[in-house]
């Protein structure tokens, strides 16, 4: 049960976002910046990120949430799965190894990345803004997950409602549906 009031057809961070229009506009912003901006890192890899860190930090729709998105852009589910058991045996390049492990620390707090998560990625060729957009990332989705379960949001009643999420995040994305959300109602 929510701590605050939400509307009941809006789980998770659908419902907090609703409820403060205001507030908002800049994270949705944000988040479509960096997840589905242009980057060399591919908007899986991205989702990836995301997957990491919600996991890491135990929000259970955050972590659903995005490794349907991260599914559903790499066409399997092995990868998302093998990332949150282990990352060092995970099927994904060496960079991006690394750059998990630097999402994870900034996860745990910004003063856990260290140098040498910093030259590890570099020598596995991630760039510069690669790496700043990776701890972006990890440092937005702790602020979602902690937004999420600070506020007690509800989790879907129906698993199915993870794959409708994940297709809209895919096909539209972070901002806000221009209709609204009122078509999820029963």
Do not use: W
């Not at 020598?123 to 990332?137: R, S, Y």
């Not at 979602?144 to 698993?159: A, C, H, M, Q």
Request: charged fraction near 20%.
């Amino acid at each position: 049960m929510p701590y605050i009031t939400l509307q009941d057809h809006l789980p998770g961070i659908t419902g907090l976002l609703e409820f403060s229009k205001n507030t908002a506009k800049p994270i949705r912003d944000l988040t479509q910046f960096l997840l589905r901006g242009s980057s060399t890192l591919s908007e899986a890899d991205r989702e990836l990120i995301a997957t990491v860190v919600s996991h890491d930090n135990e929000c259970a729709f955050c972590t659903t949430a995005h490794t349907a998105a991260a599914d559903l852009l790499a066409g399997e589910s092995n990868t998302s799965q093998k990332v949150k058991e282990n990352i060092d045996t995970a099927p994904v390049s060496e960079k991006m190894k690394a750059l998990l492990h630097i999402a994870t620390a900034t996860g745990k707090g910004g003063k856990q990345v260290t140098e040498g998560q910093i030259n590890n990625a570099r020598e596995a060729g991630a760039t510069d803004i690669e790496i700043h957009d990776t701890v972006l990332i990890a440092a937005l989705f702790c602020l979602y997950n902690r937004y999420v379960d600070g506020l007690g949001t509800s989790l879907p009643s129906e698993p199915a409602y993870y794959n409708v999420l994940a297709d809209r995040l895919v096909n539209h994305g972070y901002t806000r549906l221009p209709q609204g959300y009122d078509h999820l109602k029963k």
